[in-house]
């Protein structure tokens, strides 16, 4: 399926607004979820089932928690929610990870753009529009029930982190892939990831590293090496910071291994030695709701620790 044609019905969940969401930029820093962690999200790929379980979030409020989550339909209806603990399993200065009192599903069944809107003290903190669309009527007698799949930002953003090797700092590109970016009738394939400043090719992704599964999204990790052929890969070297950071327009693009279809296509901008972050992972982006915290999990450690991170979009 081509970029353009997945990304249409991307652009729908910009204008699947609820009005009442909308609110004041204020001194002190609100509520938010972590967009990585609301992504991160259960999805059933078929059914239409949805599961909420724990989520992180950011400037935590003082006490106890008064937080719910709830799916919102097309109509702005409420079609469920639920209850979060009031009380956070981990904090770590602004940050806590809150459990969902479960079993907290809901499974949809009418196509549509539908917003999960996490709330805190009775005010819309945070959402995460998707679609559910049907793929199947059910008309197979083998088979007789109808599917469905979910299609949301896991196809428009991704985000860099920094990491070391050698005293030399280098991006990790993190992303979703999933049994939409494959080609009709596959079950598996791999992908490659070229950086490019401008025309010029910076770097790609090591060929036998980029894995895309027959399931929902599922985030992936991807380096970038200098140019190398597949003899190459043991000793290929990384693109370094300095790479990513001389002045200029950049892509990422995310290319099937099998028949080279383009799948992603990664922008960000570089000037003053520094990676540009998207607007809305400024602190004072509105509206809130749709702020994105510009911090992820760090995977590096077992503590509940949080680490930078540049949220990248693919047009």
Known sequence: MKLATVLNPIR????????????????????????????????DEESGLISFTEYDLA????????????????????????????????????????????????????????????????????RLPVILEQTSEGEDPFDPAKKFQFRGFWQVYGYLTMNEFKEEVHPTLSFWVGMQDLAEGDTKDMFTATLKRGDEVLGHSKETLGYISNEHYKRVDIDIFKPHDRRGIPNAEFVTLDDWTEPGEYTIEITRQSDNTLIRKF??????????????????????????????????????????????KSE
């Not at 639920?82 to 806590?96: L, N």
């Not at 992972?281 to 930078?308: H, I």
Request: overall charge negative; charged content about 20%; aromatic content about 12%.
């Open 12 to 43: 729908l969940l910009c204008i699947a607004v609820l009005a009442s969401m909308a609110q004041p930029s204020l001194a002190q820093p609100k509520p938010a979820l972590i967009f990585e962690s609301m992504l991160n999200t259960y999805f």
């Open 59 to 126: 400037f935590i409020p003082e006490g106890k928690l008064n937080a719910s989550v709830a799916v919102v339909n097309p109509e702005n209806t409420v079609v469920e929610s639920f209850q979060f603990f009031e009380d956070f399993r981990f904090t770590e200065g602004v940050f806590g990870r809150a459990k969902v009192q479960g079993p907290a599903n809901v499974t949809l069944t009418e196509p549509g753009v539908y917003n999960i809107v996490f709330l805190i003290d009775g005010e819309p903190a945070s």
């Open 267 to 312: 922008h960000f901008t570089s000037e003053d030695g520094k990676i540009q972050p998207l607007k809305n992972s400024a602190m004072d982006f509105e509206p809130r709701v749709d702020y994105m915290v510009p911090r992820v999990t760090n995977r590096s450690t077992q503590n509940y620790d949080f680490e930078e991170a540049i949220w990248v």
